[in-house]
């Protein structure tokens, strides 16, 4: 899959690279939306401060606000069936839920700060498409 660096415009706004603002960064590069703007709403719509990462209950609500539709790819006990690799994944604007982390892919190709890949075999647990 190839990569892309992108932080979503977080470095218009900010100057830290650490941060646990993956969900913001994902909405604002899948929605098309600027950085601060999401950064605000979720900070308004879910209690929950996007710099430190989002429970799933809030991500859920947030990409729920920004129109994505959720698409599970997996089931309790069923075992991986999509990785993050461009031939597994649909074209389109997704944001991707994996362990611990989520990112986005825009047509088969990865937009993050680093690649989390794990060279296609990072297990893709659902997506949110917009």
């Known amino acids: 899959?190839?990569?892309?660096?992108?932080?979503?415009?977080?470095?218009?706004y900010y100057k830290a690279d650490r941060v646990g603002d993956c969900v913001c960064r994902?909405?604002?590069?899948?929605?098309?939306?600027?950085y601060?703007?999401?950064?605000?709403?979720?900070?308004?719509v879910t209690?929950?401060?996007p710099r430190n990462g989002l429970?799933?209950?809030?991500?859920?609500?947030?990409?729920?606000?920004?129109?994505?539709?959720?698409?599970?790819?997996?089931k309790i006990g069923s075992g991986c069936?999509?990785?993050l690799s461009e031939s597994e994944l649909p074209k389109g604007r997704l944001i991707c839920n994996l362990s611990g982390h989520v990112t986005c892919v825009v047509d088969g190709v990865l937009n993050d700060?680093?690649?989390c890949s794990r060279d296609g075999k990072?297990?893709?647990y659902g997506y949110w498409k917009f």
């Open 26 to 34: 994902a909405i604002a590069i899948a929605a098309q939306k600027d």
């Open 1 to 12: 899959m190839e990569y892309v660096y992108n932080d979503g415009g977080r470095s218009q």
């Open 36 to 44: 601060k703007e999401v950064y605000k709403t979720i900070k308004e």
């Open 55 to 74: 429970s799933k209950r809030a991500t859920k609500k947030i990409c729920s606000h920004y129109g994505g539709v959720w698409v599970a790819t997996m």
């Open 122 to 124: 990072r297990c893709v």
């Open 113 to 115: 700060t680093y690649d």
């Open 81 to 83: 069936k999509v990785h």
């Open 47 to 49: 209690k929950e401060n």
